[in-house]
């Protein structure tokens, strides 16, 4: 298992951006087949409420570039000083080319610049930061723009009750860069591939590329249509991999680093959802006040954006007041992939939601 | 494990069951509020109580709740 320390790197501002788009849970009895005692359980026990999602036009490039363009306005970083993109999305505007490299042109970034793609999800965010702190701890480069975002809503089939009222969309920037003053930053990454089925986007790659059958919904015998491009999750494979996996690489992560969960400000987890949430820091023994769930309530699942938007959404107040600055971040989903990070967070020029505007 | 303890806290993990109303012959598959949601909270239940992994699959599988208390038992034993 990948474990590893940094010093002299820091995070210096987050930016994340949501679509205006609200959609109610409360909205889609249809969905769940009139069946208002349903719904009322799945509120109350899951914690569904309400997502923000984009329209036909919008993708997560476009959300990523709203967030990075505020970003770098409210810093005192100027585009041709970001040596490195990283954009972190499993639902790019191309199977080719990356959206980082896309953005580098939309954002007007200097020629010495790297960009590259990475394919994670709900622990991507973790792993992009992890990336840029490796780059930057090399001597690679001085200032990593990290972009992280997806458009989940957009693969979902909107008569799939497992999967339709989940998920929301956003796109996040992060800048990270050389700092000699700034705390060490811990990190540990997991993966297990044997557990890759259990939340797949099957057809659309080169394994099963879309045909005209791959767009026919199929009915399941829990009732639900999707077809094989559409976001397929078995709900309780996931919920069991989180619950067991998630406590566990916490625990780890705080022993590598010898603190104790008392000294943690905030846990910043993945917006799943608030039952999973909840169970995670049940296991933990967690004051609850320290774990942010709001932002799935209000925004939805937005994978690879979801832990952003919870620091933004939830936590800039007490980041800027400084009654919080050490969060562990942690982050599990697709792949099956998890990644948790123990990060001082001191000094952000920008710490910010904002809404996106066409 | 008690039967009787396992099945109060199977009453109280599916919702709008009402507690005393299941026995060990109980075909809970066949139950009104059986649904994908409560896979869910079974499996949290069994993860929370008993500190054991119970499988989406498993339960599609077995029939009675003696059945499931046996299963459990076999996996607390191994």
């Avoid at chain 1, 210096?12 to 969905?31: A, H, N, Q, R």
């Avoid at chain 1, 099957?202 to 099963?208: E, I, L, S």
């Avoid at chain 2, 409560?38 to 009675?64: C, F, G, H, P, S």
Wanted: proline fraction near 3%; glycine fraction near 6%; include cysteine.
């Amino acid at each position: 298992m990948p474990k590893c320390r940094f010093s002299d790197v820091k995070i210096s501002g987050i930016v994340t951006c949501v679509p205006t788009l609200e959609k109610w849970i409360d909205d889609e009895l249809e969905l769940f087949g009139g069946k208002v005692k349903q719904l009322e359980r799945l509120k109350k026990t899951i914690g569904l409420h309400r997502r923000r999602v984009v329209d036909e036009q919008t993708t997560a490039a476009d959300l990523c570039e709203q967030a990075a363009r505020y970003l770098i306005e409210q810093s005192a970083v100027e585009p041709s000083q970001i040596d490195t993109v990283i954009c972190v999305t499993q639902t790019p505007d191309y199977s080719q080319p990356c959206n980082a490299a896309v953005l580098h042109g939309r954002l007007g970034l200097s020629k010495y610049c790297a960009a590259l793609d990475v394919n994670l999800g709900c622990s991507g965010y973790v792993y992009g930061l992890w990336m840029a702190h490796t780059m930057i701890a090399s001597g690679g480069c001085e200032r990593v723009l990290l972009l992280a975002g997806d458009t989940i809503s957009r693969l979902v089939n909107a008569r799939d009750r497992a999967v339709a009222p989940l998920f929301g969309d956003g796109g996040s920037a992060t800048l990270v860069e050389r700092s000699q003053s700034s705390a060490a930053t811990f990190f540990s990454l997991h993966t297990d591939g044997k557990g890759y089925e259990n939340l797949i986007v099957p057809a659309g790659g080169a394994r099963q590329p879309c045909t005209q059958v791959t767009a026919v919904a199929v009915e399941d015998e829990a009732g639900n249509f999707r077809s094989p491009e559409n976001l397929f999750m078995d709900g309780a494979e996931i919920f069991n991999f989180s619950i067991t996996e998630e406590p566990k690489s916490v625990i780890e992560l705080l022993k590598y680093a010898e603190i104790d969960a008392d000294a943690v400000d905030h846990f910043v987890f993945h917006q799943a959802n608030r039952y999973i949430l909840s169970n995670i820091a049940k296991r933990l023994k967690l004051d609850i006040a320290k774990v942010p769930m709001q932002t799935v309530e209000r925004y939805g699942n937005q994978s690879s954006a979801s832990i952003p938007t919870a620091i933004c959404g939830e936590l800039a107040t007490a980041l800027a007041d400084r009654s919080s600055t050490r969060l562990l971040l942690s982050g599990f989903g697709v792949g099956l992939s998890w990644a948790s990070a123990l990060v001082e967070v001191g000094d952000l020029a920008v710490c910010e939601l904002i809404d996106y505007t066409a | 494990m008690e039967l009787d303890t396992f099945i109060k806290n199977f009453e109280e993990a599916v919702e709008d069951v009402e507690v005393g109303s299941l026995s060990g012959n109980t075909v809970y598959r066949s139950l009104e509020h059986w649904d994908s949601l409560a896979v869910l909270t079974v499996i949290a239940m069994v993860d929370a109580e008993y500190d054991l992994r119970l499988k989406a699959k498993e339960l599609k599988q077995i029939e009675t709740l003696s059945e499931l208390h046996a299963l459990l038992e076999s996996k607390q034993s191994t």
